[in-house]
């Protein structure tokens, strides 16, 4: 059973186009994540929910906005995608709140080319 | 603001020796996590290895094992006997403590590519 999983895991689109990445993961967490790994292979954080609540909202496009139907997805929706916006997106997971320690889990990433 | 810094774009060791990955960060923290990712060419990112910062004894992972200097703020990655499945990037990370109801952002480094020859 995967943990996290994205779909799609390529994903070839035009300028201008609107598209969604999903995230589900099975594992029971409350905090979701989505992070994006450029060309030069630089993580950074974009999003994060905790039960649904947005918790960390970095400098990023409103045309990014992320949605969280529920504790076990995190959707990102992208609009009027541009070039720059190509890129490796990554859903990840983890239990918050805790003192505990928490490991993220991440799921396979989205591979996004605008053309 | 916490910053991650890996100074070695790429390094080379051969396999079965060993090899050593410097990662420096900055915080005016006292309670953190800091982790090493590896992400190899099916780009999953996998765990290798953590520390919480409160704990002076370095953590080990079989071969793995990590050099952490809190007052230097440094988290260098050990691979003893390095195999050719080791060859990957390799992200070092910051994470804040969380609060309950609050959720805390793993702060990557910009990776370390280990290339592993025979």
């Known amino acids: 059973d995967t943990a996290v999983s994205q779909t799609p895991k390529y994903l070839v689109t035009q300028m201008g186009n609107d598209k969604s990445i999903k995230c589900e993961q099975n594992?029971?967490?409350?905090?979701m994540y989505w992070y994006k790994q450029d060309s030069k292979k630089f993580l950074k954080i974009m999003f994060s929910y905790n039960n649904k609540e947005l918790i960390i909202n970095e400098t990023v496009p409103n045309r990014f906005s992320p949605k969280s139907p529920d504790k076990a997805h995190l959707n990102l929706h992208i609009n009027s995608l541009e070039l720059g916006d190509s890129a490796v997106y990554f859903c990840?997971?983890?239990?918050?709140?805790?003192?505990?320690?928490?490991?993220?889990?991440f799921g396979p990433g989205t591979r996004l080319t605008v053309l | 603001a916490q910053t991650v810094t890996q100074s070695q774009p790429e390094m080379s060791v051969q396999e079965a020796e060993t090899v050593t990955l410097s990662c420096t960060y900055d915080t005016s923290e006292s309670d953190y996590y800091l982790f090493w990712y590896k992400q190899p060419p099916s780009r999953q990112m996998i765990l290798v290895i953590r520390q919480e910062a409160y704990k002076q004894q370095n953590a080990t992972e079989n071969r793995f094992s990590v050099n952490f200097q809190k007052a230097a703020k440094s988290f260098s990655l050990k691979i003893s006997d390095s195999q050719l499945g080791d060859a990957a990037m390799y992200f070092c990370?910051?994470?804040?403590?969380?609060?309950?109801?609050?959720?805390?952002?793993?702060?990557f480094g910009t990776g370390t590519r280990l290339q592993v020859t025979l």
């Open positions: 990370a910051y994470r804040t403590y969380p609060n309950t109801g609050t959720a805390s952002k793993l702060t």
């Open positions: 594992l029971g967490h409350d905090t």
């Open positions: 990840a997971s983890s239990q918050d709140g805790r003192p505990l320690y928490n490991e993220q889990f």
